[in-house]
């Protein structure tokens, strides 16, 4: 019998958390059980590829908007049928609720990962967070030292461990197939160097900076944006407005992201907030050089040697950085920096090491 790992979050819609989850299983799987709870309910292959496999370990509890009391009870239950090693939960909904499920089952460890804490900045959050972080007392850590940093600033008692995010290095790997002839099996022009975005169309990534920076760069430059969201509208009409119809191109919601790193000749976000974002991480294992804006964790997810971070909401300062990323010569691969800092092995042998401090797993 392998020993059981159980992930709570939310839901499983698009996101960092939910890709965090995911990829946590899927390379845990060999040493371990791990199972993933969402709270709400949704069609999971509407969103993630490759999960067939996994079917009898993703579990969807049906919870609507408010507190609902049976789902500590179908927790509870849960916990006490597949008896985890530990419970891991993220974001204060899958705290609440799988904390204290773990809790009456007498789960023995807990761990909670704060993967963005701009949240804790409202009083009544940060107390409601304080109060349960001391009914369940959970192992706290925090996805990067930026968050670890606001963590320490808002709630000090907590001084949460640092376990940064990692890549499966085995999944996400450069391409062996010409560019040229990916660009051309994907529809797309082969004649142009392509930028490539991977987020929410949504206001906090800051697309419309992206954008007018876009405006800025030679005609030989594309821009592939990956992602669906409320914006998506008004991003097109920008590009209508700046008359880049030609060059900028959506791609909606990926399913399988090891398909569009090769794509692309650089990725970027250009956010208003992030926590440690994956995609660039992820990019980066593909070989692909980031460009980020200075927020939240991003310092942290890039190679310093091949990657660059600039100032936020200032498209000439990303157009410049962009050029710079497109037309340099470096020999050195950003995957080196994935390899070594950012490994998804690395990662969940820490974890493990949390609750197991007699236990030294070796993944390979």
Sequence with gaps: MKPVIVHVVQHLKPGGIESFALEFQRAAQPFFDVHIISLEKQNVKCYWNNIDGFKAFIHMLDKKPGWQANIFTQLKQFFIKVKPMYV????IGPLIYGGIGARLANVPHIIHTEHDAWHLADFKPRLLQKLIVTL???????DANFVAEQVNRLMPSLNPVVITNGIDTNKFKPSTVNKQQLLKQAGLPTELKFIGCAARLESVKAHDVLI???????????????GTGSLKAQIAQQIIDLHLEKRVFFLGHVEDMTTFY???????????NE?????????QACGVPVVLTDVGGCKEAVCSKTGLVVQPNNPALLSQALLSSLNQKNTLSPRVFIENKRSIDKMISQYVSLTQADLRWKLC
């Design 212 to 226: 007018n920076a876009m405006h800025n760069l030679p005609s030989n430059i594309g821009l592939l944006l990956a």
């Design 275 to 283: 926590g440690l974002p994956l995609s660039p991480m992820e990019a």
């Design 136 to 142: 369940v007392r959970p192992i706290y850590v925090a």
């Design 88 to 91: 891991h939960t993220h974001h």
């Design 262 to 272: 090769p794509l692309i000749d650089v990725f970027c976000l250009s956010s208003n």
